[in-house]
């Protein structure tokens, strides 16, 4: 499967002094999905390499809905990049809105800490191609940097 999606209440616990979540704890919940997502793929034990481009849109509140999904964007050799989208919202109404989207990186590592080829992943849906598309777009720019 190539992607994940969590889905919870936000809950007292995360919530800074002004009663939103903690960026903290917003970032954590990333991981795990993205995590989720590439070692479902790769079927092996994954580590994240990078997250790129988090900028929050929108706070959390108490008690909403949240919806962390996670779907391969694209293989490299080793690599497995992750676009992660949080959602968050109203319950009663299931009115939902985009709080942050960023890519995150993973590789899955053998025994000895060795990064391992990644699974090939080919895009079969329109929305999957054009994603697929930018995110290498993205790797190799960032590839032709200093």
Request: glycine letters at 8%.
């Amino acid at each position: 499967m190539s992607s994940i999606t969590l889905r919870f209440l936000s809950e007292p616990g995360t919530v800074n002094f002004g009663g939103k979540v903690h960026g903290g704890t917003v970032m954590k919940w990333i991981d795990e999905a993205g995590y989720a997502c590439a070692t479902r793929w790769a079927k092996r034990y994954c580590v994240t390499v990078s997250v790129g481009n988090l900028r929050f849109q929108r706070p959390i509140l108490i008690g909403a809905l949240v919806e962390v999904e996670a779907r391969l964007a694209y293989t490299g050799h080793t690599s497995m990049n992750i676009a992660v989208e949080v959602r968050s919202g109203d319950l009663m109404t299931g009115e939902m809105e985009v709080v942050t989207e960023c890519l995150v990186v993973f590789v899955a590592l053998d025994q000895d800490g060795k990064a391992l080829p990644a699974p090939s992943w080919l895009p079969e849906t329109p929305g999957d191609m054009a994603l697929s598309q930018r995110v290498k777009a993205h790797v190799e720019a960032a590839r032709l940097l200093p």
